[in-house]
Nanobody
């Protein structure tokens, strides 16, 4: 069992930045691929960014590529999402997710979810 807890959500104006953090307990993070998903009101949960077990490979949705950066620190059992140049359409609840082995890019393949943290971008 893995417990995930996200931090760092909040409200920001367009063009601003936020950094999300996710810490976990239960098992060493190094065995898991990790990802961030997001869900806007009335929409399905969608993939945002993912990182493999040692940070050697990262993956991004086209909608966030070049603006978001995912990173991890296995010694701290943590994964981060630096979000820059935020847009109105980035408003969503952001979820940390893990999958044993390859990082998840499909919500149906996630092993464990965090509870989510709200990000609101306003003009």
């Amino acid at each position: 069992q893995v417990q995930l807890l996200e931090f760092g959500g909040g409200s920001v104006q367009t063009g601003g930045s936020l950094r999300l953090s996710c810490t976990g307990s239960g098992r060493p993070f190094s065995v898991y691929g990790m990802a961030w998903f997001r869900q806007a009101p009335g929409k399905e949960r969608e993939f945002a960014a993912a990182i493999d077990w040692n940070g050697g490979n990262t993956y991004y949705a086209d909608s966030v590529k070049g603006r978001f950066t995912i990173s991890r620190d296995n010694a701290k059992n943590a994964v981060y999402l630096q979000m820059n140049s935020l847009k109105l359409e980035d408003t969503a609840v952001y979820f940390c997710a893990v999958r044993r082995g390859q990082p998840p890019t499909d919500p149906n393949t996630v092993d464990y979810w965090g509870q989510g943290t709200q990000v609101t971008v306003s003009s």
